[in-house]
C-alpha cells in the first residue's frame, strides 16, 4: 500500500495553506495505553501540532489524541510529546534539509494502515503572504470554471 493511504483518521488542513509541502515521509508513532483506542475513534486534533529533531530522534509535539472514555485510571495525557518511528537515512536527510533557513516538518494526516498508527509528515517550507493570497486567487478561478461547466453542461 503506498505511503498516504489507509483509513484516514485526521488531517492537518491548515499545512497545505501555510507550507509548500516539498517531500513526505511516512512514520510510525509511540503510542501508549489507550492512545491507539481513542484514534480508531477518531478523536485527534492536529491543529497546532508539530515535528521536531531532537538527540537524533524524531517528536512530534502538541498532537492532541482525546482520553479514551472507558481507559479510567489508565488513560493518557492528551498533549503529551509522541516519538516518530523513521528510517535512519530518512531522519539523516530531515536534519540536513531542516538545517537550511524556512523548512520545517509539519504533520499532514494520521491514519490507520495493517491496524498500526502512521503520520504523513512532510518537509515544507513556509508561505509568504502573498503566496497564499495566489493560491486563494487559482483555487477560486479553479472553482469559477468547474461552475461555469457544470451550468453549461445542465442546458
Request: proline share 3%; aromatic share 8%.
Amino acid at each position: 500500500m503506498p505511503k498516504g493511504e489507509g483509513k484516514q483518521v485526521a488531517q492537518n488542513k491548515k499545512a497545505n495553506h501555510d507550507y509548500f509541502i516539498e517531500e513526505t515521509f511516512e512514520a510510525g508513532v509511540v503510542l501508549q495505553g489507550t492512545e491507539i483506542k481513542s484514534i480508531r475513534a477518531g478523536k485527534v486534533n492536529m491543529r497546532d501540532s508539530f515535528a521536531k529533531i531532537e538527540r537524533g530522534e524524531v517528536f512530534l509535539h502538541n498532537m492532541h489524541i482525546s482520553p479514551y472514555e472507558q481507559g479510567n485510571r489508565y488513560n493518557h495525557e492528551p498533549l503529551r510529546t509522541r516519538k516518530l518511528l523513521l528510517h535512519r537515512k530518512q531522519i539523516n536527510k530531515l536534519i540536513g534539509e531542516t538545517k537550511e533557513v524556512g523548512y520545517t516538518i509539519v504533520p499532514l494526516k494520521v491514519y490507520l494502515k495493517n491496524g498500526f498508527a502512521k503520520v504523513l509528515i512532510g518537509l515544507g517550507k513556509g508561505k509568504k503572504q502573498y503566496d497564499k493570497r495566489e493560491d486563494l486567487k487559482k483555487k477560486e478561478a479553479k472553482r469559477d470554471i468547474e461552475r461555469a461547466f457544470r451550468d453549461r453542461q445542465k442546458i
